[in-house]
């Protein structure tokens, strides 16, 4: 069974950082495109980040640009996003999602095929 297994989320002040992690377990992740979602109170779920499937190429959305990097270390089999001068709308829900196939629209969430649990970023002003 496949398992997605976020980390890292909390309560940061405005211009703080955080790491989230995104531990899967129940296959390989180090060769398909893994990517972050948020989902605000209100709102639709929204792309975040995303890693091609050979980790060499990188996909951000305009909001997050210059601020968020997303890694992954194969070896853990976990991806990261590392979030830097976190902002008040920067607070949701970030959801971990891995898809099954190599060549996919990142930044469409029905794209892919495992989700993780969610874990909670609030930002304070």
């Known amino acids: 069974q496949v398992q997605l297994v976020e980390s890292g989320g909390g309560l940061v002040q405005a211009g703080g950082s955080l790491r989230l992690s995104c531990a899967a377990s129940?296959?390989?992740?180090?060769?398909?495109?893994m990517g972050w979602f948020r989902q605000a109170p209100g709102k639709e779920r929204e792309f975040v980040a995303a890693?091609?499937?050979?980790?060499?190429?990188?996909y951000y959305a305009d909001s997050v640009k210059g601020r968020f990097t997303i890694s992954r270390d194969n070896a853990k089999n976990t991806v990261y996003l590392q979030m830097n001068s976190l902002k008040p709308e920067d607070t949701a829900v970030y959801y971990c999602a891995a898809s099954k196939y190599y060549s996919i629209i990142y930044y469409s969430s029905g794209e892919y095929n495992y989700w993780g649990q969610g874990t909670q970023i609030t930002v304070s002003s």
């Open positions: 890693l091609s499937y050979s980790g060499d190429r990188t």
């Open positions: 129940g296959r390989t992740f180090s060769s398909t495109p």
